[in-house]
């Protein structure tokens, strides 16, 4: 069960209609996740600083269970999350960063239990 948070200083204005379901899909596919499994938050016209920069930029957070625990995995993840943000948001590859959380089934609740026990 993906989250995946993007926050960016752009103004709404600037960010594709329909961004939130095209990033459902690609972390989906980025993933290997069912779609129907992503949750995606997409938050626009924040006050922040990217790399010491107001500039438009991008802080991605992305937390799943058993995906994204090693170096290698998260390698891969980054190169084509950084393909889809840099295409869908005309920003250069130094102005996107990338967090990677694992989390545990007992960390996520649904349906009044957590995932454990689903």
Same mark, same amino acid.
């Given at each position: 069960? %993906?989250?995946?948070?993007?926050?960016?200083? &752009? +103004?709404?204005?600037?960010? %594709?209609?329909?961004?939130?379901?095209?990033?459902?899909?690609? #972390?989906?596919?980025?993933?290997?996740? +069912?779609?129907?499994?992503?949750?995606? #938050?997409?938050? *626009?016209? &924040?006050?922040?600083?990217?790399?010491?920069?107001?500039? +438009?930029?991008? =802080?991605? @957070?992305?937390?799943? $269970? !058993?995906?994204? !625990?090693?170096?290698?995995?998260?390698? !891969?993840? *980054? *190169?084509? /999350?950084?393909?889809?943000? #840099?295409?869908?948001? =005309? &920003? *250069? =590859?130094?102005? @996107?960063? $990338?967090?990677?959380? %694992? @989390?545990?089934?007992? =960390? @996520?609740?649904?349906?009044?239990?957590?995932?454990? /026990? &689903?």
């Amino acid at each position: 069960m %993906p989250f995946v948070e993007l926050d960016t200083n &752009l +103004p709404a204005g600037r960010v %594709p209609a329909g961004l939130e379901k095209r990033l459902c899909a690609a #972390t989906a596919a980025i993933l290997g996740k +069912p779609e129907n499994r992503v949750n995606v #938050t997409v938050r *626009s016209g &924040l006050a922040m600083v990217v790399d010491g920069s107001a500039e +438009p930029g991008v =802080q991605l @957070i992305v937390s799943s $269970i !058993g995906v994204v !625990g090693t170096a290698e995995d998260n390698r !891969g993840h *980054s *190169s084509r /999350f950084f393909e889809f943000l #840099t295409k869908e948001l =005309q &920003l *250069s =590859q130094d102005r @996107i960063v $990338i967090r990677f959380f %694992p @989390i545990e089934p007992w =960390q @996520i609740g649904k349906k009044g239990t957590v995932m454990t /026990f &689903l």
